[in-house]
């Protein structure tokens, strides 16, 4: 099984379009057994994927039980739930689905929080920071699993980005896009780092390591590339041309992703 998270720190790149149609593409052309996550409070993958009646009779049922319902045990400081958020099927997409919950967002001062026990060497704080890995390696059934985030470099997609095993940058050609991945190269370092130091405050504090499926935890994340769209080119005679500012900045952006 393989995770892989869509992830920029600059919204309207089509990340969830691209994650969703690659779902579909790797399902129906492939044969791959797709799992989709919805991470992103804001739910878009779970809007494209599923029609509105689907979705309102998820979200007026009260017992269904969310993803945002996983984090509730690890909140009371009771540790992982045996039960799994449910699984629904997109028809349209052939692809199951783990859908999204707008109370994600609530989620972010939780793992915000105890960010700073898992750099302490708290189990607690590291229970919590690694809830999506937990979450993922009981997912083994399938072949790929797609998480969409949002643009956030805050505590919530950090959570992801430690769960996954590896991640997608789809980009847009402009100067904000090309600041999102200086974002993303200095926040990725400095959790690397505080990582680093946490795990080595953990072995001292518990004399062992903290582990996910007997694996002990450590950074190992992988960059899978990127998608760059495409900019409106005028045309001269039926050839495309080229435009300075455009080609400058992706110029700018494949050195800052090298």
């Not at 919805?38 to 009260?62: H, K, R």
């Not at 939780?110 to 999506?132: C, K, M, P």
Request: net charge negative; with cysteine; aromatic share 10%.
């Amino acid at each position: 099984m393989k995770s892989i998270g869509f992830f920029n720190n600059k919204g309207g790149v089509g990340k969830t379009t691209l994650l969703c149609n690659v779902a579909a593409s790797l399902a129906i052309q492939y044969s791959k057994k797709v799992l989709v996550i919805d991470a992103d409070p804001q739910c878009n993958a779970s809007a494209y994927l599923l029609g509105e009646d689907e979705l309102e009779n998820i979200f007026l049922n009260t017992d269904f039980y969310s993803i945002d319902s996983f984090f509730d045990p690890v909140r009371r400081g009771q540790g992982y739930p045996q039960q799994m958020p449910e699984i629904v099927r997109s028809q349209r997409f052939n692809v199951d689905l783990i859908v999204g919950s707008p109370k994600l967002s609530i989620r972010e001062d939780l793992l915000a929080t105890d960010w700073a026990a898992t750099r302490n060497g708290e189990h607690r704080g590291f229970q919590t920071t690694y809830v999506f890995k937990e979450l993922i390696s009981r997912l083994d059934a399938y072949d790929i699993i797609l998480i969409d985030m949002g643009p956030s470099l805050g505590a919530l997609n950090r959570a992801v980005i430690l769960g996954v095993d590896t991640f997608l940058m789809p980009l847009s050609v402009d100067i904000f896009s090309m600041m999102a991945v200086e974002n993303i190269i200095k926040s990725f370092n400095n959790w690397k780092l505080a990582l680093s130091d946490a795990i080595q405050k953990y072995k001292d504090e518990e004399g062992n390591e903290f582990k996910i499926s007997d694996k002990p935890v450590k950074w190992d994340l992988d960059f899978a590339g990127y998608v760059m769209q495409q900019y409106r080119a005028k045309s001269k005679g039926g050839v495309r041309e080229p435009v300075a500012a455009f080609e400058r900045i992706i110029s700018k952006q494949k050195d800052e992703l090298v």
